[in-house]
C-alpha cells in the first residue's frame, strides 16, 4: 500500500475534526442561544452508562443521578470506578450509583456483568453505550478482534443484545427504553470492510477508528428496525457529542498533542458539554418513542449516506452475531 493510501484515513479524519471544531467555535461565539434543557425527574429508573468513570461518561452518569436515577457504571477500572461513584453520589445526594466491573474487550467480561446485572432482579429503562478508545496501535482484545471494532463495536453489540431482553420488559407504551450509542463524526468518513473488519490486510488507527463508528451507526438504525417489527417498547438512537476535550486523545501524535493544549479552550466542548446530547437521547420527552435518528446538539441530523443502507446494516448485524457467538434473530427479519 503507497504512503498516500495509509495517509488518507489521517487527513480525512482531522479534516472532519477540524470542520466540527470550527462549527463548535461559531456556536458559541453566536449571540444568546437556547437556554438548557429542564428534564422531569427519572425516580425509580436505572440506567447503565458504558466508561461512565471519566470523560463524558462520568458527566452522563451524573446528571442522570442528579434527577433520580439509579444508575449503573460499567467500567473496567475498579479503583476508578469507586472513585466516581464516591463523588457523584456526594456531589447529587442520590445513593443509588454504583459500579461493576465490565471489559468490553472480553466476551466473557461482558457476559459476568450481564449476570450480575440481572441478579439484581431490577430493571433497566436507559443504556447508554459511551465507552471506547481512540488511536490506538494495532492490538487485539482478549477474544483476537482488532480493538477499535472489538471494544468500541462489538463489545456494545453483545451488551446491548444481552440486555435487550430486559430493556423489553422494562419498555411501556408511555415510556420506551432507550438504547442510546455514542458514536462521533468521524463515522462520516468511515469505511466498512465487510471482508476484512478486523483491519488485517493493512492496518491505520484513523480508519478502524473511523470504521467502528461507523459500525455503531448502522448498529442503531438495524436495532431500531427489529424492536420495531416486533412490537417491542425499545427506541434506539445514535448521538454524535462533537469535538470533546477528553483522555481518547492519549494516542495522538506529539504534534497534534501541542496543538490540542493551544487551542482545545476555544474549540473544544468540556466532557460535561460533550455529555449533553448523550442525557438529552436518554431523558427528553421530546424523544419519547422516537428511534432510528442520530443527533448533534440536541437535534436530528443526517448520518452518512452509507448507515441508510439497510442490506449493509444487516449484513453486518449478521456477520456481528457470528463474532459474538450469539442468535440471529435479525436474519429471521421480524
Partial sequence: MSLLSR???????????????LHQLLRRLRPGGPPAPV????????????GGAKGIGYHTVKHLARLGMHVIIAGNDESEG?????????ETVNEKVEFLHCDLASMKSIRQFVQQFRAKNCPLHVLVNNAGVMLVPERKTEDGFEEHFGLNYLGHFLLTNLLLETLKQSGTRSRNARVI???????YVGRLHLNDLQSRCSYSPHGAYAQSKL???????????????????????VVDPGVVNTELYKNVCWATKVVKWMTAWLFFKTPEEGASTSIYAAVSPELEGVGGIYLYNEQRTKSTDVSYDEELQRRLWTESCKMTRISDVGSRDL
Fill in 215 to 237: 459500525a455503531l451507526v448502522l448498529f442503531t438504525y438495524r436495532l431500531q428496525h427489529l424492536v420495531t417489527a416486533d412490537g417491542s417498547h425499545v427506541t434506539a438512537n
Fill in 39 to 50: 428534564f422531569p425527574t427519572q425516580n425509580g429508573n436505572v440506567a447503565i452508562v458504558t
Fill in 181 to 187: 450509542t455514542v458514536s462521533s463524526a468521524t463515522h
Fill in 7 to 21: 495517509a488518507l484515513p489521517a487527513l480525512r479524519l482531522y479534516c472532519i475534526g477540524l470542520a466540527v471544531a
Fill in 82 to 90: 469507586q472513585e466516581a461513584v464516591r463523588k457523584i453520589k456526594e
